[in-house]
């Protein structure tokens, strides 16, 4: 059943698709973002190769932005809420995971556009235009915000598995419903 009609108390066994869709696009967005870091941090510094990932990876991280205002704002107004199958300490770890989830995400995105006016270095969006940073920068901000950025990467990354790990883990163990919701 995937609709819920007000006062029918029926219960929807599948998230809306607005909601699905941007689960999958900041899955997507993320594991790309992280992917691209990791390929550029194997380059040597100055290459052309190495500026053209860091610039791909400002422009997705762009889209991030966009996609968690979007996604949080649905979620907010319109997002369906389904019933959970958790109970207790599971129903406890799942909400943690998405507070978590919205939390790490914010406070990334946050650290990305910050270390971008930190380093005072344009950039090109998709090599649609270029974005001019004013100011000379600030090495020292710059450095500390490229260190936070990387450790709230790596620790988004880890929940990410975790995430994923505990949906099969429901899939194929427990033999519920939780991951075909979100399918």
């Avoid at 790309?32 to 053209?52: D, P």
């Amino acid at each position: 059943m995937q609709i819920d009609p007000p006062g029918t108390g029926l219960v929807m066994t599948r998230y809306d698709r607005p909601t699905v869709v941007l689960h999958w696009l900041t899955a997507g967005l993320v594991i790309t973002l992280f992917s691209l870091a990791l390929v550029w941090g194997l380059l040597e510094h100055g290459t052309a190769l190495r500026k053209e990932l860091q610039y791909l990876h400002i422009s997705l991280g762009i889209l991030l932005a966009i996609v968690i205002i979007i996604r949080i704002a649905w979620r907010a107004t319109r997002g369906r809420h389904l019933a959970s199958t958790a109970t207790g300490i599971g129903k406890w770890a799942a909400k943690s995971m998405h507070l978590a989830f919205y939390f790490l995400l914010t406070l990334q995105i946050g650290s990305g556009f910050a270390l971008r006016w930190a380093q005072a270095e344009s950039f090109t969006f998709f090599r649609l235009f270029t974005v001019e940073i004013p100011g000379s920068g600030n090495k020292t901000l710059a450095h500390t915000l490229e260190a936070l950025h990387d450790t709230v990467g790596w620790v988004l990354i880890i929940l990410v598995g975790l995430h994923a790990a505990a949906a099969l883990i429901h899939h194929y163990l427990l033999r519920d419903d939780t991951l075909k919701r979100m399918l």
